[in-house]
């Protein structure tokens, strides 16, 4: 256990090193989801103050209400979207030869990859993070049932994002090419996972292929835990749903990384192709 802690805390501190070279950088961090999601408020505003709207979404009937909901979306797509990022540039370290060397080490190839999407997360999310709490207590828009939510929201971000990043950047073992992913889970994961609308709003179908998602739950339960009052046994389902897709996530992450390595063995092709 020790060593694969280790492995983690390297593998982050490299990403970090090699990402985050300029204050500039640090400005992107806030500035990026800030203007994303200014840019959703004012898109959906002018269709929420019709009278129609408050009917069927209560929450469209109080500006602070709908910035919360946009807010809580923007901050847990920033956490997946940013794991996203990691496999993107995971991809690079195949190009380099980098990972190539990292698969000759006794490193465990699955700290590398938790290694990886937590650098990924910790730099692009945490400030953002910071500031959307910050907001929502200066705003008095936080309804929690007792403190404990407080953690169980943040477990349900933290934990599946982790489980997140490790899957996508074991899909990288079999192509370097990630520009697929960009394609896939840009805006077709802010859609079906109800990150600006709400889901009953959304098709059946489109809801369906949200549930495979785990940022559909972990908004799920942000949102309830943190501005419904929520407690435990309300979000019960969803947190067991969430439960179950981060343990496939991970189990499919680890199968992944036996095949892909075994494949980049047998054709010798890890570094190339």
Not at 38 to 67: C, F, H, I, K, N
Not at 69 to 81: H, K, P, Q
Request: glycine share 6%; charged share 10%; hydrophobic share 60%.
């Amino acid at each position: 256990m020790s060593h694969a802690l280790r492995v983690v805390a390297a593998e982050a501190l490299k990403q970090h090193r090699r990402l985050f070279g300029q204050p500039l950088v640090l400005f992107s961090m806030l500035l990026w989801p800030l203007l994303t999601l200014a840019a959703t408020y004012y898109t959906v505003l002018p269709v929420m103050e019709s009278a129609v709207a408050p009917q069927r979404w209560p929450v469209a009937g109080d500006p602070r209400r709908l910035l919360s909901f946009l807010a809580a979306g923007a901050l847990a797509y920033t956490f997946f979207f940013s794991l996203v990022q990691s496999a993107w540039h995971f991809s690079f370290e195949r190009v380099s030869g980098t990972l190539e060397a990292l698969f000759l080490s006794p490193a465990s190839r699955m700290a590398l990859v938790i290694g990886n999407g937590a650098a990924a997360l910790t730099q692009n999310a945490w400030l953002f993070g910071c500031f959307a709490v910050a907001a929502a207590t200066a705003a008095d828009v936080l309804h929690v049932a007792h403190p404990g939510m407080y953690a169980v929201a943040a477990l349900a971000l933290l934990v599946p994002a982790v489980a997140w990043g490790a899957f996508l950047n074991s899909m990288l073992i079999f192509s370097r090419d990630s520009a697929f992913l960009y394609t896939l889970l840009d805006d077709p994961l802010w859609f079906v996972a109800g990150v600006r609308l709400p889901l009953f709003a959304l098709p059946v179908w489109v809801k369906a292929v949200g549930l495979a998602f785990p940022l559909t739950s972990s908004l799920v339960v942000l949102r309830g835990a943190l501005l419904d009052r929520a407690d435990l046994g309300d979000l019960a389902a969803p947190l067991g749903w969430l439960a179950a897709l981060t343990v496939g996530l991970f189990a499919a992450a680890s199968a992944l990384l036996r095949l892909g390595e075994a494949r980049a063995q047998r054709t010798g092709g890890l570094q190339v192709f």
